[in-house]
């Protein structure tokens, strides 16, 4: 069975899809998949080495230019090699009336979540299969909940595995345990005060770990300089293609972040992780692992380095002491 995956954006959405593959490979020994992503995020579904052939939409650009000559000739060449594709089934795992459309240029019955689950329940009129999912889940679950009933079978809602395998990636020049502070995020009340990035990357240096941080535009480059001047040992890196970044990330031996995309994949990795929360609440999309904490501050209140130093401890420990994980998914259990 050859089946079509469609989940665009964003990077966090992308991640919680892969434990879905993972129950599906499992379960469905005669399946394969493809998947149709927003460019921008095409390189972390090509993490999962199941993945047959990647789809890139562009959605966010074609928007931008709707008119265009390009535009249309590109949108015409995804419609193409969608029915190019001959598949036997289109997973909508984004329940979106914009995922609908493009599962329908696959020319094949689309399974989705019903007009009580889907996020947007004009995206229903488009699927041939619907299925009800109750929206109190966890992203994840929901996910692995649509593609067993799509595919029939029962998840194993104990075991959470992503199969992502970090990619090799140039790690010239870092050195010792790495602890990747991902400061950057979205929103200016997202961002953790630079102050405490600085206390944290101190703190890690005093318990032998190498701080790394990295940026992508001109506001993240100033905290990132500000960390590294602040505390010499941190290792600058300076901005890299995603693939890279994953390779450094997915080698750390602690990961402290903001509430980001990079945040939920170092999560799938399996890595030790706590998610600093400040203005949103973690819920039912907050990064998910075997080692992930998050820290919610408290409303008029902070998350202090000191607290998220002892979960960092806590999740360390806890890492050392279990057998049940290996490098490229959460659980064997």
């Known amino acids: 069975m050859k089946a079509l995956i469609v989940k665009t954006s964003s990077m966090g959405d992308v991640i919680h899809t892969f434990p879905a593959v993972e129950d599906a490979l499992g379960n469905r020994p005669d399946i394969s998949f493809d998947w149709c992503v927003e460019e921008a995020f095409a390189g972390i579904v090509a993490l999962h080495p199941a993945i047959k052939s990647i789809h890139k939409v562009a959605i966010r650009r074609w928007r931008k230019t709707p008119l265009a000559g390009g535009t249309w000739r590109e949108m015409a060449g995804l419609r193409r090699a ?3 594709g001959h598949y036997d089934l289109v997973i909508d795992a984004q329940g979106l009336l914009k995922s609908a459309i493009i599962a329908r240029q696959a020319d094949a019955p689309i399974a989705g ?4 689950s889907a996020r947007e329940p004009s995206a229903t009129l488009f699927y041939q299969r619907k299925y009800t999912v109750p929206r109190d889940l966890h992203a994840i679950e929901r996910t692995r909940r649509l593609f067993g009933l799509a595919l029939g079978y029962e998840p194993d809602l ?17 050195e010792g345990k790495l602890a990747f502070l991902l400061h950057g995020t979205s929103r200016e009340d997202k961002k953790w005060p630079v102050g405490d990035w600085i206390e944290t990357a101190r703190r890690l240096v005093s318990r032998q770990f190498t701080p790394v941080a990295t940026w992508s535009n001109e506001a993240e480059k100033r905290v990132a300089e500000a960390i590294a001047s602040a505390v010499p040992d941190t290792v600058l890196i300076p901005r890299s293609p995603l693939a890279e970044i994953a390779a450094i990330l997915g080698r750390s031996a602690l990961v402290i ?7 939920h994949l170092a999560s799938a990795f399996g890595l030790p992780t706590v998610a600093i929360f400040l203005a949103t609440e973690p819920g039912l999309t907050g990064p998910r692992g075997p080692f992930s904490s998050t820290l919610l501050a408290p409303a008029g209140g902070k998350v202090t380095p000191a607290e998220v130093m002892e979960e ?5 420990a806890q890492r050392a002491i279990s057998p049940l994980v290996g490098e490229n998914g959460f659980s064997r259990s």
Do not use: H, N
Request: charged share 15%; glycine share 16%; no cysteine.
């Open 113 to 116: 979540f019903d007009q009580w």
């Open 257 to 263: 972040g903001a509430d980001t995309g990079l945040t």
């Open 158 to 174: 104990s075991r959470l595995g992503s199969g992502i395998v970090a990619p090799a990636g140039s790690l010239s020049g870092l």
């Open 82 to 84: 969608l029915r190019a």
């Open 312 to 316: 960092a401890e806590r999740l360390l």
